[in-house]
C-alpha cells in the first residue's frame, strides 16, 4: 500500500478546510487537503451565502456578533471577488415582539456593529417586495458571499504555493500510538483503493463529521446535527439581504445571490449529518411564515430547495439549537492524550478565516513553526477554479470571448462546451465518481429553470465524446446528476416547476427509458439515516 | 356566430386524433391549443410495454400486455377501450399520417426495440419508417456507421456506440454538415436538404466513411415533409440502407407531426385556432361557449360537444398550487394524492413512478369526465389522452397509444 507524508494533514474540504490549506501554504507549512466527496459537500455548500454583519447575533451571542463584523470586514478587502456587498434589512412586521425591535439598535451598538433606523415607508421604497406591514426597518451591512467560489479560491492559492489535495479520499482508520496519530488510513471511495497517510499534525475540519473523525482517534466530540432547508427563487427578489427582527427562528431571511434569492431557513435535529435533505413540509412551513415579511414569496417560482446540517458543539444540555452557541470550537486533543490532533469546527462561514488562523495558529505552535497568519492581510487571488460559479458570467463569457465552433450545452445559464472542458481540464486529478456531478458544483450547469433536464444529456453526450465517459458509466453518471438534483427539485414541484419536471419525467423515461438500464452510482448515496431520524416525533 | 357540432380543446396526440376522427365522421369541428407539447414528441407510437410499472415487467406483445392490465387496473382508462377499437384508432392515425408524408411502420402485435438519443433501447409499437433499417441493423448486429454532427447537441454517435457494446460492428464518425457551421438545429438541417444537391454533398462526405458498413444511421434530419424520399435518396447515393435515430427531444419529430397535421386537418374541414388555450367555458345543456387566446386576437367559439384533450401539467390541462391539482378549464374534480407531500417518490428514478402521474379525471364507461356529484359533468362532454386519471403513460410506455384509442372511443361516444 502506498504512503504518502506530509507535515499537516487536513480533513474535509469545506471551507474552514480550504482556509486553512491556505493558511499554511502562505507560512510556508506544507499540507495536504482530503476530502471524502467534493469540495463544499457539506454545511459550507449547504447555507445562504451570507456575509453577516454580525446583527443576527447581537441578542444571543454578542461574541460572535463581533466575530462577524471584524471577519466581514476582512473578507470584503481580501476577496472581493466572492463578495455581493449588498448592505441588508432588519425587518418587523405587525404581531412581531416589539420589545425585541426596540430593543435592536442599542444592541447592536453595544457590539459595535452599525446599523440605521428607515421609517417602513422608506424601507418599502428600497425594497418594494417588502410586506405593507412592517412597523420597523433597520439598516446593517450584510452581504451576499459566493461559498464555493471562497473555497476554490482559497484551494487553488494552497495549490499553487505546493500544497494538494485529494478529492474522494475518506479517512477511514488511523493508528494512534505513543499519544501521536502515526498514521491515517484513507480510501478512495471511486476506487476502492487505499494509501496510508504520515502527517506531523492531523487537523479534523470535517465540519458536522467532526465526531466520526475524532473517533477514529479514540477521542469524544459531542456535536448537535441541525439540519436547515433552504429554497432558491428563481428571480432575485430583493437587492439587500431582509431579514425578520425577532429572536432566531425559522424562515427569517432572504439572501440575494446573484441573480437568485435563498430563503431559510429551517433548524431541525437530526441524528447524522448524512442524507440529509429537504422536504415538502418544511418548504410548505418556510414560505408561511416568510410571506408574512416578503408576501411575494407566496407568488413566485422556485427553482430548487436544498439542505444543510451544522455542527453545533454541544455545551452541556441544551433545548433549542439556536441557543447553542454559533461561535467555533477548536479542540486539542493533547489534553486527551493524542498530541498531534486538533479539531476546528462549529463557526460560521463569515467566520471561517479566523477559524482557519486559529487552528493553524495552533498547529503551527506544535511544529516549531514560527511563521505568522497572513490571511487576513494578503489579497486572495481570484482563480480560474472558481470563476464558473459566478451567475452571469457564462452569458458574458459567451458573448465576450467564444470560438468560432463553440455551443451552448446549458441553455439556461448560457454554459459552452469550451467551458465545460476547461472544467474538466482543471479538474484534472480531482476526477472523480461523477463529472456531470464535479462539472455542476463548479458552474451553473443543472441552476437554470430545466435543473439540469436538458443540459445533463447533452453534457452526457459531450463526455462521451471525449471519451471522459465509456460503456454504460455515462448514462448512470447522469443518473447520480438527476438523482441528486431531485433531493431539491422535488420540495417545489407545483406551479411552472412541476411542469418542468413532467417534462423531465417525459424525457428520461418516456423518451429515453432511463428509468431501465444501469443504476445510479451509488457511492452517492448517503445513508438515509438522518430521514428516518427527522420524522420520527 | 356557427355553432360547430365539437371542440377540440388540445393540440397534442390526443387532440390531434380526437379532431382526425371527428372530421372523419363528417361532424364539423374546431380545434385549440397550443402546439408546444408535440414539440418534445419522441415520434415514436407506444401502445403498451410495461406493466406492472413496479415489476418494471416489459412485454413484447402489447395486447397480452393490455389483457394483463385490464385484469389488474380496472380503473385504467384502457379498460374503456376494446383492442379492436385501438388496433382501428391506430389504423385511421397512421393511415392519415402516412397520407401526408409520415409513414408508420411495425410489427403485427408486437413490440420493437427502438434505439433511442441516449443509446438505449425502447420497446415501442409503431415508429417512424425512416428509422426501420436501424432496427434491422441493430437486430442482426450488421456492419453499421452512425455518421453525427459537430455543432449538433442533441445526439452523440459515440455515447450510443459505448452504450451499445452488445454491437460491435457499430463505427462511428463526426462530420461538418455541409453548408452550416457553428451550432446547427435539426429542423435547419432538415430543410436544407430538400435540395437535393445538399444531399449529394453529404453523400460525399459519408461515402468514404462509410466503406465497409452495411448500413449508415443518421440523426434524425433527413427531411422535413419529404422524408420517404430523402431517405430513398440517400441511400442510392449510398449505395447501402440509411437510417434515422431521434435526437434529444425537442426533436424533429415534433415539427413533422405537427406539419402532418396543418397539412392534413384543413383539408377534411377542421379549424384550427393554434396556439390558443381556452381562457373561458361556459355550459349549458345546448352546448358550449369558449373564449380561445386573449386580448385582440382571442376567438369566441361555440359547440354542441367538446372533447377536452389538455393534456397533463406541461400542456397545461391541469394546474397545481403549493397544495392542490385543478383542471384547469371546467374545474372538474381531478383525483389526486391527498397532500403534495405524496405526489413525488424521494427517488426520481424509482420503479414505482410518482403517484402525482396518476392523478388526474375519472369518467364514465364513455369518457365523459365526472363532476363533484359523481355523474358526467355535461352530457356531451368527454375526456381523451393523458388527462385521464390511473394511469402513467411515462413509466407503462403508452403515451400516444392511449391518446389516440381514448380519442377514438370519445368521438364514437359522441
Known sequence: ?537 | MKTYDVMVIGSGFAGMAAALFAANRGLSVVQTGATGGIDFSTGFIDLLAVHPIAEQKVWEDPFAALAALRRDLPAHPYCRVSDDEISLALQEFTNFLGQHGLCYRGRDKKNTLALTSAGTLKPTYLLPCTLWNGVEAREKKANTLIVDFHGLKGLSARQIAEVRKDWPNLKTARINFPGMGGELYPEHMAWSLADPARRAELAEMVAPLAVEAQYVGFPAILGMTDTSIVLRHMEELLGRPVFEIPTLPPSIAGPRLRAAFDRGLPGLGVRTCTQKLVTRAESSEAGFHFTAGSGSTSVDISARSAILASGRFFGKGLKADRHHIHEAIFDLPVTQPENRGRWHRPAFFDPQGHEINQAGLETDAGLRPLGADGKPFHPRLHAAGAILAHQDWMRMKCGAGLAIATAYKAVASL
Not at chain 1, 30 to 49: F, M, P, T
Not at chain 1, 220 to 247: A, C, E
Not at chain 1, 257 to 285: F, H, K, Y
Not at chain 1, 446 to 473: E, M, N, V
Request: charged letters at 20%; hydrophobic letters at 40%.
Open chain 1, 1 to 537: 500500500m502506498i504512503t504518502v507524508t506530509t507535515r499537516v494533514l487536513i480533513i474535509g474540504a469545506g471551507v474552514t478546510g480550504a482556509g486553512l490549506l491556505r493558511d499554511l501554504a502562505l507560512r510556508g507549512v506544507q499540507a495536504l487537503l482530503i476530502e471524502q466527496r467534493d469540495v463544499n459537500s457539506g454545511a459550507s455548500g449547504g447555507n445562504h451565502g451570507l456575509l453577516h454583519s454580525g446583527a443576527r447575533y447581537v441578542a444571543s451571542d454578542r461574541e460572535a456578533a463581533v466575530e462577524c463584523r471584524e471577519e466581514g470586514a476582512i473578507l470584503r478587502r481580501i476577496a472581493p471577488q466572492c463578495i455581493d456587498d449588498t448592505g441588508g434589512l432588519f425587518v418587523a412586521v405587525r404581531g412581531d415582539d416589539e420589545r425585541y425591535v426596540a430593543d435592536f439598535p442599542s444592541l447592536c451598538a453595544a457590539s459595535g456593529i452599525p446599523c440605521r433606523g428607515l421609517d417602513p415607508g422608506t424601507a418599502r421604497l428600497v425594497e418594494p417586495a417588502l410586506s405593507e406591514n412592517l412597523i420597523a426597518a433597520f439598516a446593517v451591512q450584510d452581504g451576499a458571499v459566493d461559498p464555493f467560489m471562497l473555497s476554490l479560491d482559497n484551494i487553488s492559492q494552497g495549490l499553487g504555493l505546493g500544497c494538494s489535495m485529494r478529492r474522494n479520499l475518506a479517512a477511514i482508520s488511523m493508528d494512534v500510538s505513543g499519544g501521536r496519530i502515526t498514521r491515517v488510513r484513507c480510501r478512495d471511495i471511486t476506487t476502492g483503493e487505499e494509501v496510508f497517510i504520515e502527517a506531523e499534525i492531523v487537523i479534523n475540519a470535517s465540519g458536522a463529521w467532526a465526531g466520526m473523525i475524532a473517533a477514529l482517534a479514540g477521542r469524544h466530540i459531542d456535536i448537535l446535527y441541525s439540519m436547515g432547508s433552504l429554497i432558491v427563487t428563481q428571480d432575485r427578489i430583493t437587492t439587500q439581504v431582509i431579514n425578520r427582527l425577532r429572536p432566531p427562528a425559522d424562515a427569517d431571511i432572504l439572501v440575494p445571490g446573484g441573480t437568485v434569492s435563498i430563503l431559510g431557513t429551517t433548524s431541525i435535529r437530526v441524528s447524522s449529518p448524512d442524507g440529509c435533505r429537504p422536504s415538502v413540509a418544511e418548504t410548505n412551513s418556510i414560505i408561511d411564515d416568510a410571506r408574512l415579511m416578503l408576501p411575494i414569496l407566496e407568488r413566485t417560482r422556485y427553482i430548487r430547495a436544498y439542505a444543510g446540517v451544522r455542527p453545533l458543539v454541544s455545551l452541556g444540555p441544551a433545548g433549542d439549537d439556536r441557543a447553542v452557541s454559533r461561535g467555533f470550537s477548536l479542540i486539542d486533543h493533547a489534553a486527551e492524550g493524542v498530541e498531534n490532533f486538533l479539531t476546528i469546527t462549529g463557526g460560521k462561514l463569515t467566520t471561517y478565516r479566523l477559524m482557519a488562523e486559529k487552528a493553524a495558529d495552533m498547529a503551527c505552535a506544535k511544529l516549531g513553526v514560527s511563521a505568522p497568519c497572513r490571511t487576513s492581510t494578503e489579497i486572495l487571488p481570484s482563480s480560474t477554479l472558481g470563476k464558473w460559479t459566478e451567475p452571469g458570467r457564462g452569458p458574458r463569457s459567451w458573448v465576450e470571448s467564444r470560438t468560432e465552433d463553440d455551443i451552448v450545452l446549458c441553455e439556461c445559464e448560457m454554459v459552452s462546451r469550451g467551458v465545460i472542458d476547461s472544467i474538466i481540464d482543471e479538474a484534472g486529478a480531482m476526477r472523480g465518481r461523477s463529472m456531470l456531478k464535479a462539472v455542476g458544483m463548479r458552474s451553473r450547469v443543472g441552476k437554470g429553470p430545466c435543473q439540469g433536464g436538458f443540459c445533463g444529456p447533452r453534457i452526457t453526450g459531450h463526455l462521451y465524446d471525449r471519451g471522459t465517459a465509456t460503456s454504460t458509466q455515462g448514462l448512470a453518471e447522469l443518473k447520480t446528476f438527476t438523482e441528486r438534483h431531485w433531493r431539491g427539485f422535488s420540495p417545489i414541484l407545483w406551479g411552472v416547476p412541476l411542469m418542468q419536471a413532467e417534462l423531465q419525467e417525459a424525457l428520461y423515461c418516456g423518451a429515453m427509458d432511463l428509468e431501465f438500464g444501469p443504476p445510479p452510482s451509488t457511492l452517492d448515496e448517503e445513508s438515509e439515516k438522518c430521514l428516518a431520524a427527522k420524522e420520527q416525533p
